[in-house]
Nanobody
């Protein structure tokens, strides 16, 4: 099982940008589909973005399409989430997760390992 540690969260004004990173332990990072999810207070955890092992297949939630970019560096065992034009409704704890699927998957049950999360707060 892979261990995941997120970083890069913080407080930013609306319209600003943040880049989240998720560092994975182990030598098999390149065999996992990776995803980002978020959970706002009182709400269920929701899908944000996912990327397959090679990076060829990527999928975004409609709410972040055109503003967020997911990428990965298999040599560094790291997946990133570049977040631009942030909105107050993007405020949440952001989690990265890994999946053994070879396809892009978007449900929480498709992911096996989770990080501890990093807080993103967007002020208006």
């Amino acid at each position: 099982q892979v261990q995941l540690v997120e970083s890069g969260g913080g407080l930013v004004q609306a319209g600003g940008s943040l880049r989240l990173s998720c560092a994975a332990s182990g030598r098999t990072f390149s065999s996992y589909t990776m995803g980002w999810f978020r959970q706002a207070p009182g709400k269920e955890r929701e899908f944000v973005a996912a990327i397959t092992q090679s990076g060829r297949s990527i999928r975004y939630a409609d709410s972040v399409k055109g503003r967020f970019t997911i990428s990965r560096d298999n040599a560094k065992n790291t997946v990133y989430l570049q977040m631009n034009n942030l909105k107050p409704e993007d405020t949440a704890v952001y989690y990265c997760a890994s999946s053994n699927s070879w396809r892009v998957v978007i449900t929480t049950t498709s992911f096996d390992s989770w990080g501890q999360g990093t807080q993103v707060t967007v002020s208006s």
